[in-house]
């Protein structure tokens, strides 16, 4: 079965540093995978997805994700932080075993920025 | 940007109530689903609806649960019965059949 895990369930940067937001994955084949933010009483917003093809790929506000086979992992990152990125930060994955339609999430990450 | 959106944001019921969670997804979108989250938990997928049936459900769905389209616009999520331990963020989702969902803003049920 797939499963998704997200390592530190908070994060703590200060303003203008590096996030970077850990998430591996398990699944016998390359499956999707996903980076949604949720923001303080807001929905489920997609930030970034990979699919098929290029292996880096950039998101929404400045955020970037590289899948990386060997490791298993899709890590989510930020070269600056900004104060607008306090949220909670989901990895999830949709794959052959579970479908493509459903996803898995990770358990996510909650991301504190401190000026 | 197409929306998603729920009703009610948030509900308090008393256990053993019935409860309808309302949602209106893309309006060119055929797939839908709904995931909970229990508070300090995962977000978890309950059930996914495709072409006026259930296409797969989870576990947890159980005969309490229950999903419906009953007009052109509307997918609902009934609770028959609601126990404390439905109190949870009831998120719904839509496709076009692609990888990518779109999510609501989610529903607060709160059972007491």
């Known amino acids: 079965a797939q499963s998704v895990t997200q390592l530190g369930s908070h994060v703590s940067v200060s303003e203008g540093a590096l996030v970077l937001l850990r998430c591996n994955y398990s699944?016998?084949?390359?499956?999707?995978l996903f980076w949604y933010v949720q923001y303080p009483n807001q929905g489920l917003q997609l930030l970034l997805k990979y699919t098929t093809g290029a292996t880096l790929v950039k998101g929404i506000n400045g955020f970037e994700a590289e899948f990386k086979k060997s490791e298993t992992s899709f890590h989510l990152t930020k070269p600056s932080a900004h104060m607008s990125d306090a949220a909670e930060y989901f990895c999830a994955v949709s794959g052959p075993s579970g479908g493509y339609n459903k996803l898995i999430f990770g358990a996510g990450t909650r991301l504190a920025v401190h000026p | 940007e197409p929306e998603v959106t729920q009703t009610p944001s948030h509900q308090v019921t008393q256990m053993g109530q019935e409860v309808i969670l309302r949602c209106v997804p893309i309006?060119?979108?055929?797939?839908f689903y709904w995931y909970r989250q229990i508070l300090g938990q995962k977000v978890e997928f309950l059930v996914s609806?495709?072409?006026?049936?259930?296409?797969?459900k989870s576990e947890i769905f159980d005969d309490q649960f229950s999903v419906e389209r009953p007009d052109g616009s509307n997918f609902t999520l009934k609770i028959r019965s609601t126990k404390l331990e439905d109190s949870a963020m009831y998120f719904c989702?839509?496709?076009?059949?692609?990888?990518?969902?779109?999510f609501g803003a989610g529903s607060r049920l709160t059972v007491l």
């Open positions: 989702a839509s496709s076009d059949g692609g990888p990518v969902l779109t």
């Open positions: 309006s060119n979108h055929l797939y």
């Open positions: 609806f495709y072409n006026n049936e259930i296409s797969e």
């Open positions: 699944s016998s084949v390359p499956p999707y």
